[in-house]
């Protein structure tokens, strides 16, 4: 999958930060991808890069994991980012990109990809755990889209921080077959993949995926057939002395993209191409459920402090136990969205239209360094696409920022999950226009 590369990369394309400490303003103090803000965009953990923000707490908490079934009956299963409060007990999900294709319709968690005509091609959706992860054994229900070659689906764990991940993957020109790949550091070891029959079309019927994970080994399975166990001991690495086996907390998430029409060829001959589209073509993948049940090896919910966003108010609601049956009754709405008070829109705001928090200083106002241009003058950092040109500037990598350019080996085999370019509703396609955010002080790179 691409979430780390899409993330790095977008990092890369943007700006190369000024070394040193916090470039993030207490008004917007958490960093991502080159911008800072205080929405669950930026803020969110494993989203939020704590060593750039504004200081070491900036960043909202791990939340820790729970036990939980969420069969996406309730209105509340998952909100878009910019909706999302910080209470992951609120909302077991979240989509984080912009536009949020994710929807909940018959019970169903569906996964859009519509088509993307300014881009040539399908614009997918994410959708994540809002809880942390980290040892346990996840089961989800899902029907893919793999009915066209080219629409890639997936259902994995990730840590965006670390990079590690363990993966199921469908690919629109195999609707059989379920492909298991892991992840240590975000290394691309191209020779992990293993693909499996998924004993029917992955696209026309529900099917159950399962991965166990625990600190010394991975099992998938299908159905509650065994596929696959991996063992650390069999991940060791003599020239670094490491296990590159997966042991970073994370989150468990939903994906689709459109594989066809990726910039790299090796990732159109991976999933197919081209991605048929007309311009009224909708891709979908379905989540009936998803089964959540954390090991003893879990990181607990911070139990004195909790975790997202409220250190103190979330508390009381944390607990080892499952949450599956106390969703929020209807009389006890999710919070008042933060990200009412800072929109991420995907058009061009002007900075003069970003609502400040009424008692802090607005962006003109804001003491920012001398030599860092206001918000007003100069939104972006100059080798940032000018929110009129590219509302969302990382949102559709070029070919040159695809990591598999150059770092895959492009081989004459297929290509492993991660040779993918970042798909194009990665991460950094949620960024709002640079304009959005309190200018971050930046080096333009050489
Ligand atoms: C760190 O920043 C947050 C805002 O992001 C603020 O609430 C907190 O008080 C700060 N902590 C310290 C020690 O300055
Ligand atoms: C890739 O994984 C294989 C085992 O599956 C291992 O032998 C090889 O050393 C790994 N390569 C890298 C670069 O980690």
């Known amino acids: ?31 991502r991808e080159g911008y800072c803000d205080a929405s669950a965009m930026f803020c969110m953990w494993d989203l939020c890069d704590p060593s750039k923000s504004f200081n070491a707490t900036s960043c909202w908490k791990p939340e820790g994991c729970v036990n939980q079934a969420v069969s996406f009956d309730s209105v509340t299963d998952v909100v878009s980012i910019k909706k999302y409060s910080g209470n992951p007990n609120t909302n077991p999900f979240v989509s984080v990109f912009e536009p949020d294709n994710a929807k909940l319709a018959d019970g169903k968690l569906v996964l859009e990809m519509p088509y993307n005509s300014k881009n040539n091609r399908g614009f997918g959706s994410t959708v994540d755990s809002s809880h942390s992860f980290k040892y346990g054994t996840v089961t989800a ?53 293993r693909s499996f029959d998924v004993g029917g079309d992955s696209s026309a019927a529900y099917h159950d995926y399962t991965f166990i994970w625990a600190p010394d080994s991975i099992t998938w399975l299908v159905d ?11 991940t060791y690495d003599r020239s670094s002395g490491e296990y590159r086996f997966p ?35 909708v891709y979908r993948m379905y989540v009936d459920s998803i089964n959540i049940q954390c090991s003893g090896d879990n990181p607990p919910p911070a139990s004195s402090t909790g975790g997202g966003k409220d250190l103190t108010s979330s508390a009381t609601s944390k607990s080892s136990t499952t949450i599956s049956e106390s969703r ?49 003058d100069s939104p972006a950092p100059s080798n940032q ?9 990382s949102n559709q990598p070029s070919p040159s920022n695809q990591p598999s350019a150059t770092d895959s080996p492009a081989p004459t085999n297929q290509p492993s999950a991660t040779d993918s370019p970042a798909p194009t509703n990665q991460p950094s396609s949620s960024l709002p226009p640079p304009n959005k955010c309190h200018v971050v002080k930046v080096t333009v790179a050489a």
Request: charged residues 15%; contains cysteine.
């Open 1 to 31: 999958m691409g979430w780390p590369t899409a993330l790095a990369v977008a990092a890369g394309a943007l700006a190369t930060m000024v070394s040193g400490t916090n470039t993030c303003s207490q008004w917007a103090p958490c960093y």
């Open 141 to 193: 229900r899902v029907k893919t889209a793999s009915i066209a070659k080219g629409v890639v689906s997936s259902f994995i764990f990730r840590s965006n921080l670390v990079g590690d991940e363990i993966d199921f993957e469908w690919v629109g020109k195999n609707p059989h077959e379920v492909q298991t790949n892991f992840f240590y550091h975000d290394i691309r070891n191209h020779t992990n993949k």
């Open 224 to 234: 509650g057939k065994k596929l696959r166990t991996l063992y650390r001991k069999d």
């Open 247 to 281: 042991a970073a907390e994370g989150r468990v998430g939903f994906s689709i993209w459109d594989g066809g029409n990726a910039p790299s060829e090796g990732t159109q001959n991976w999933a197919g191409s081209p991605t048929p589209w007309t311009k009224d073509t």
């Open 328 to 376: 929020p009754s209807s009389s006890n709405p999710p919070a008042s969205p933060t990200a009412s008070s800072s929109p991420a829109p995907t058009n061009q705001p002007s900075s003069s239209n970003q609502p400040s928090p009424s008692n802090q200083p607005s962006a003109t106002d804001s003491p920012a360094p001398s030599n860092q241009p206001s918000a007003t």
């Open 385 to 393: 696409p000018s929110a009129t040109d590219s509302p969302a500037p």
